[in-house]
């Protein structure tokens, strides 16, 4: 690649001696050196009110959903004001506050959270064989999967990574446990067809993993 074609960060990188930069694009960071991709804070001075911590919640961009299980702990408290009718800019109250602010208190520590962005074996072995593995749950606060691969090699011990995770708010109208556990089968069948078409794999079969028995016979009915 010329000179010019290059990103002005690398145009006089000395690749045999300098450390390698590190790339962001919507808070969201790859560090080169390590091939790894990591994740920033967002700025956390917004008023206390139901569009202040909607701003903070949607400004933490998370497109592989790895930081599913956080994040969604904040829309939890977003949705409780939304089930009390607070308005946009109504002030919370003391109890809401405190929950806000033990939330706020975590948020620098998606800083910490660094996850491999290749997904292969870190050795030379020659994947034979992959498959997807969906684990879906639910609880009366909301539903998701988390979706891995699995690559069996010929001499070593098959290698796992996580892919891609989902979640989503229980409704706000009441719903019982078994229908939230079969809505969030659906969601890992939405997710695997998702992957296999954009997946370059040659994927040979899908597992989906569940621990509701009744979700299990209403698939089989």
Known sequence: MSEDDRAESIKLLDLSQDTLPAECALRVYWDVQTDSLSFRSVNKNKPYTRRGILSIVSAVYDPMGFLCPFVLSAKVIVQDLCRRKYGWDDELSPNDVLHWQQWLEDLPKVEQVKIGRCVKPPDDCKVEQYSLHHFC????????????????????QPHCSLILGKSRLAPIKSTTIPRLELMAAVLAVKVDKMLHSELDYEIKESLFWTDSTIVLRYILN
């Open 137 to 156: 749950d639910a609880s009366q606060i909301g539903y998701g999967v988390a979706s891995y691969v699995r690559m069996e090699c010929a001499v070593k």
